[in-house]
């Protein structure tokens, strides 16, 4: 079955370290997004990608960083930039149109 | 400022009693409008959307929703609660031509069930 996959499911990371979050997809989906969660504020877009090598900022994007070389894969990088990284983070993913819109099943990220 | 709330962060009501969870967003022209729902600790699934058409949605699960573009509301409804609906549910709205397809996500509305 098609889907997204995220890895890993729970990650811990000391203050001070660059840590990487992984999402692949097997729906061959343009278009990726990277949303952050915390309690009580619903979800954020951190970044988006519509196509291979091309990403875009989205609304909270400070500390974070990510790459697109594949059509399949989406990493996230949360630098030691990033004031509260403690979150859950979703990546999700669509075809053409808003129809396919696909959520992964998140990383659960804990600064120790 | 485009925007959804969800006025009520936690209801509880007893199974095989009706439901109504309210949205209602702000947006330049009518966007295209979900719901989905989350258990503890996994992702998101979709119940249902609205792009087009009929108001009234039907979803999984049950569960319906009807969009009132004069309210600016897409508020969710189950005539039969179930034990197993328990969870968080959010209102979403979106356009293909804002930041790539964006989703704008309400605070979400946690639900309990009481036997």
């Known amino acids: 079955d098609g889907g997204i996959t995220q890895s890993p499911k729970y990650l811990f990371r000391k203050e001070g370290q660059n840590v990487t979050l992984s999402c692949e997809q097997n729906?061959?989906?343009?278009?990726m997004y990277w949303y952050r969660q915390d309690p009580g504020q619903g979800l954020r877009l951190i970044y988006y990608?519509?196509?291979?090598?091309?990403?875009q900022k989205g609304d909270i994007a400070e500390g974070y960083s990510v790459s697109r070389e594949k059509k399949e894969s989406f990493p996230l990088t949360v630098t030691s930039a990033q004031k509260n990284p403690t979150a859950f983070y979703l990546c999700a993913s669509r075809g053409e149109g808003l129809y396919g819109y696909t959520f992964g099943s998140g990383t659960r990220l804990t600064v120790v | 400022a485009q925007s959804v709330t969800q006025p009520d962060i936690h209801i509880t009501v007893s199974e095989g009693a009706s439901l109504e969870l309210r949205c209602n967003y702000s947006y330049g022209a009518t966007p295209y409008l979900f719901w989905y729902v989350q258990s503890p600790g996994q992702g998101l699934q979709l119940l249902l959307k609205?792009?087009?058409?009929?108001?009234l949605v039907q979803g999984i699960k049950g569960f319906e929703a009807e969009f009132k573009r004069s309210q600016s509301s897409f508020n969710l409804r189950k005539p039969s609660v179930h034990w197993s609906d328990a969870a968080e549910y959010f209102c979403a709205v979106g356009a293909l031509y804002n930041q790539g397809g964006k989703l704008i996500f309400g605070q979400g509305t946690e639900l309990s069930v009481k036997p």
């Open positions: 729906l061959n989906h343009d278009a």
């Open positions: 609205y792009f087009s058409g009929d108001t």
């Open positions: 990608s519509q196509i291979v090598n091309d990403f």
